[in-house]
């Protein structure tokens, strides 16, 4: 049988798997990790990262185009898409790196393969150098997700990308057209968009990112129509096809049958849960119907006691930060203290342009929930150094509790929006009151003071805005 008899077995090596196998290190257990393709996983090897390193490139580009208006004249810009790939290339290789180093410095275990189980304490591990057989006390399955596929006639067809294919392109294409306008579709449109292609945005809903505030949402929407994305909303994809070197894509809109044609289709229509291969069915871990979602308690551990989920195979919040989390969590929980996995202050962040970040609840979700809640806001525009920074667009908007005053939601839009939503988190986190915020002295100038003036807004009035 196996050669070694592990305390605890990761299955899967994206952001959640080597988390959990590090915390296991760190804590003096015997831990073998378990990646059938790379350290790392979709996240930091074709999604996260890869992205946040083309979203980089292409703000440059969009700076640089616009730097006049910051009295620097620039003449003859253009983009090495190649360069642009190989920098990405260059970061991800550089943060796998540095995984594999913590992973080897807190004494985790490796295995390259791909797993599937024997039994509940047995995996079988197969790669081209053969098979061999793992024993462990613990099992965690951390096997992420795949891209969605819609039944669209021709969305197989040669060429069309998706959102891992998108990132290795050897050029970039004169015109794009984005089949999802959710928070992978957005982001890929507004790179491409900032790098100067022609793009439009096909949404089958009638509001892009959906289960954002729809406030905050309809500002993206009108920041996307600004930079002269095209965007349909209420847009049912019928077929894709290909003619003249062209792919046109036929949808209807408001019962109307419509077409538009583009260089290249992007597939962006969300991910789902992947356990391909795991033989679950062999020690019985229930899945949900719906999905295929690992099926876990509060504590991560699936209907078999020794086997724990987490990220986005379990469907609960398909986040980085979240398989994360769970899997210190489901770590504590086989050896340590018990913990229920909490996600009531989960923070979200869309790399758009400009940036969109939430916490807990939305308006909209607070209203159905009957919560009396107040909303503050306040306009970027207002911001002194959103306006040295160059920037305009953009609001932070807080909901409180209405009789309480604590916290319970938070959406902003606008520069650094995703480095600002972690005070909001905090806040919903610990049940703050809104007083807290607007009693915190915030630095002056910085962009952190929108959070400040929206929780004054709440209170009686922001300082630096009235509304008209």
């Known amino acids: 049988m196996s050669e070694k008899k592990y305390e ?16 296991a290190g760190q804590m003096g257990k015997d831990v073998l990790l378990i990646e059938k393709e790379a350290i790392g996983g979709t996240c930091l090897n074709w999604g996260c990262i890869p992205t946040k390193a083309f979203v980089r490139s292409a703000e440059v ?35 796998v790196k540095g995984v594999e180093h913590l992973l080897e410095a807190n004494n985790v275990d490796t295995a390259e393969g791909e797993a599937s189980f024997v039994d509940k304490n047995h995996l079988s591990v197969k790669n081209s150098d053969g098979e061999k057989i793992i024993e462990a006390e613990n099992i965690i399955i951390a096997t992420g997700s ?20 998108a990132l290795s392109m050897e050029e970039l294409p004169d015109s794009l057209i984005v089949v999802g306008g959710g928070i992978i579709g957005m982001e890929f ?112 551990r699936t209907n078999i006691d020794n086997i724990y989920a987490i990220g986005d195979v379990t469907d609960k919040i398909l986040l980085a930060h979240v398989a994360s989390h769970q899997g210190i969590i489901a770590v504590e929980n086989i050896f340590a203290e018990k913990h229920k996995m909490n996600y009531d202050a989960v923070p979200g962040a869309i790399f758009t342009s400009p940036e969109v970040a939430t916490v807990g609840l939305s308006e909209e979700e607070a209203a159905e929930k009957g919560i009396d809640y107040k909303v503050g806001r306040f306009p970027f525009a207002a911001s002194g150094k959103v306006m040295a920074m160059g920037e305009r667009e953009g ?17 902003i839009i ?3 929006a995703t480095d600002l939503i972690a005070e909001l988190t905090l806040a919903v986190n610990s049940g703050l009151k809104i007083e807290a915020l607007a009693e915190t002295i915030h630095a002056h100038p910085t962009t952190a003071e929108v959070i400040h003036e929206a929780a004054l807004d709440m209170l009686g009035g922001a300082i630096h805005y009235k509304a008209r």
Do not use: C, W
């Open 395 to 411: 609001k932070v908007k807080i909901i409180a509790e209405k009789n309480t005053e604590k916290v319970i939601g938070a959406a």
């Open 61 to 95: 580009f969009a700076d640089i185009k616009d730097a006049s208006s910051f009295g620097i004249n620039v003449d003859g810009a253009e983009v090495d898409f190649p360069k642009v790939v190989a920098r990405k290339d260059k970061i991800v290789s550089r943060l």
């Open 146 to 165: 795949q891209a969605s596929n819609l039944p669209i006639p021709g969305a197989d067809l040669d060429g069309i990308l998706d959102s891992r294919t």
């Open 189 to 300: 449109a507004f790179i491409f968009n900032n790098f100067g292609v022609d793009v439009t945005v096909l949404e089958y809903l009638d509001q892009l990112v959906t289960g954002v505030d729809t406030e905050i949402a309809e500002e993206l929407n009108k920041s996307a129509r600004r930079r002269r994305i095209t965007v349909k909303t209420g847009a049912e994809v019928e077929e894709i096809k290909k003619s003249d070197g062209e792919y046109e894509v036929i949808f209807s809109q408001k019962d109307k049958k419509k077409m538009v044609s583009g260089e290249r289709v992007l597939m962006a229509v969300g991910r789902k849960p992947y356990h391909k291969g795991l033989n679950l069915d062999k020690v019985g871990v229930e899945t949900e119907e719906r999905r295929g979602g690992i099926i876990v308690d509060d504590y991560l």
């Open 8 to 23: 605890l077995a990761v299955v899967g090596g994206g952001p959640g798997g080597y988390v959990a196998a590090i915390k």
């Open 414 to 416: 606008g520069i650094e």
